[in-house]
């Protein structure tokens, strides 16, 4: 693991990672991070630099997040968060990118083929393949604008259409058609609000990718360093049992019983849904109550969805005094986010 | 301060370094076929390393287009040749329609396909061919197999199978089906998937394409109806449009649309699309007869083996589908010519189910391969293309036909087969100056030397006699000159003969003489 032989001569390297820095992406950034326990320190919103007082191994810098695929894949950071979108179009032909973690639960959108509402004809994937043969036939090519044309491309190619051209395109994409400039777009949307605002329409079987924010980290930069290794064992960690606590609620609650043993089997015993008796089972404790002996204190984590049946589940038992709490981290033994991670960590680049 | 010295600059992943001894064993096989396609009177043709990406995309196809080298350079969409063919048919097209045909035609240079990396498969690759354009018919498919042939007798390999096929029988069954062309050409181009991973693996990738035949292949009981929910829709709409004159439907759509306020304004034509939308409305589900398609193509597969027996088969299969059987005729035909050839019938085996990756093909198509289980490699591979030059704009339709060699590959059919290329030797005689005053005269001693023929290098860095020697010994340098001071007085050289270690004074002339016939010795001797 870490370096820790002669203390003298080990100075690490500081982490450097890279955020972005302004927009929804920014703030939802900022939140999670403060809920892992990793407040990020910007002394002002023009600040390019920052840090992370609970770990001061870190140095944050703050870029558009276009760029921060660029800042990680050329070796000037060692990790970044940007979106899924971004890391798969810029991604194409570079090795030396690693996906930390690819779900981190925010700046969810999805790229998607969008016609003009006025292509009566087009509602599928099989309709705009054939419409590339109709123009190919005419002599014309579609032309589809896009900010993606590596990931457009790739996945028309795919699904073994060929015959388009991709036009590049810097903002207001869904004005392209109307605008006369192209065809059609793939574009990314959330809401499809715009979509329809400019009168496209997606079509069935033409979402290309899923995308939320996510983790990435250089290659090289990881594996060749132990200390950085260790920070985003850190930073993964933390991240990780905390989206992962989101699923879960924490009841405790008072239940009559004449022993923890009996309280303990009739709530294993009697459930009718798996789950609602806690991740392994319930945690039962004695309650040192003044008039009545025999109250018992169960604690167990269910999944926020089950969180009424257990909380009948309970009262069915003899519970009362219901608390639910949301836990802030779920750990498990072991990180399955760091384990896959190395693996896509030691693939040859 | 000391240099700084960088990191190293990687050489680009999947391509190579061709170091002189290879080079000079990659030139000596490019020769032998050259002497090859000359006999039978093919002269060679260079064409460009880029085109325009359109020039692949119109006819090669959707199989090869995710491998271009595919780049946009100012403006212009342009790529890499991936292979050579459409540049000789586009070649041809600009600069050779008024010649007499037909026209004999060979190339060698490099190919680009963004492949995955792996054993023996190159991003950039070495490809010889020849292409036979103006000429259909049986001898001239006969004389393409039979000079690739040839071409792989005089450099000597011998364990090598040639496999014959015919485009024609698959194409005219998927013609019948009336298939939508994309279906078309993703079952042309999966023969190959078909027949080594079997029906599922191709129905499999059929699903992520054409998500219809998902639901069909989970369960084939379902009437088309319940498959693909668009046909109840459009059922519905063609018996609706069924007894409408084409142009009442039309207007009727129009209406239809006009009423519902939607605008059919933009970049394209309202006509083009109320066209299609009927068009689309009327076209049937294509699951069924995609999946009669995959069963007439594993069958086609199964014709495997020997040609007379393999031709019945096939006759009988295509007499119980209804179709012609033109290119078993043709086949045949093939055959009958290349036995005139000389060429080794056991070495000649048909296979129906071969369909090549490229769609330009027409006619009879094969492939050569050497070796077999986990050594076998395909090392050659054409067909005839009738309709290229049409498709490239040709002023009239063109039939054509044509191979090309892997060169990468056959040199390792060469080299599982034990055929050690022998490198010719580089360099003749090493002429050392003894000393810093002696260098001018030795310059014009070498000189003197090479202009009568020889190979001849020069001691360029000072060094002692004794490390020329040793030198001369590693490189293989036959004869090593020595000039000092005496020697340039006397207008002389000193010749040592490296492997006798025999030393003579002697005029320049007459130690180039001695040279010489020392020289035509030991190629004789080999």
Redesign the interface.
Known sequence: MTNDKSPMTNHQSPVRLALPSKGALERSTSSLLSACGMSVFRPSDRQYFGSIPSLPQINVLFQRAADIFTKVEEGSVDLGITGYDVVCEEGVGHDNVVVIHDRLGYGKCELVLAVPESWVDVSSIEDLAELTLLFKEKGKNLRIATKYPNLTRDWLYEKLIVNFSLVSVQGAMEAAPSMGYADMIADVTSTGTTLRENRLKRITGGTLLKSQACLIGNKRLLQDDPTKLDTTKTILELIEANLNAKKYVSITANVRGKSADEVGNYLVNHSELSGLTGLRGPTIAKVYSKEDKDWYAVTIVVEQNMLLAAVNHLRKAGGSDMTITSPDYVFGSQSQNYQVFLERLKEDS | MTKMRTTKIERVRGVNDVLPDDYAITKQLENTLRQCFQSFGYRPIDVPLIEYTELY??KS??EI??RLYDFIYRNR?LCLRPEFTASVVRAYVDNLQGVPQPIRLYYAGSAFRYERPQKERYRQFNQMGIELIGATGAMADAEIIAIASQGLNRLGLSGYRIVLGHIGVISKFLDNLQL???LR??LLTNMEILRKDGKSAVEQRLC?????FALYTSNPQLSPEQTNP?TVHSQRLSQLFQGMAESDAQTTILDL?DSMN???????DAQ???D??LT?IKRQDQTERVSKALEFMSQLGQLVGEPTEVLKEAQTLLCSHGIDDAGLEQLREIIKTLEFYNLDSSQISLDLGLSRGLQYYTGMIFEIYHGAGKQERQICGGGRYDDLVGTFGGRQDTPATGFSYGMERLRLALEAEGKVWQVQRQMDALVVPVSQDDAGYAIGVAQQLRQIGLAVAMDLRGKSVSSNFQYANKQGIPYTILVGSEERQASNVVLKQMDSGEQQQLTVSDAAKHIHDGLKRMTNDQ
Do not use: M
Request: glycine residues 6%; without cysteine.
């Open positions: 995309l119109r196809g959707e287009a995710p969409r939508e062309s994309r050409s993703f992520d394409i054409y998500p219809a668009e649309l939607i605008e059919l304004a933009g970049n394209r083009e699309i109320v299609r939308l689309k």
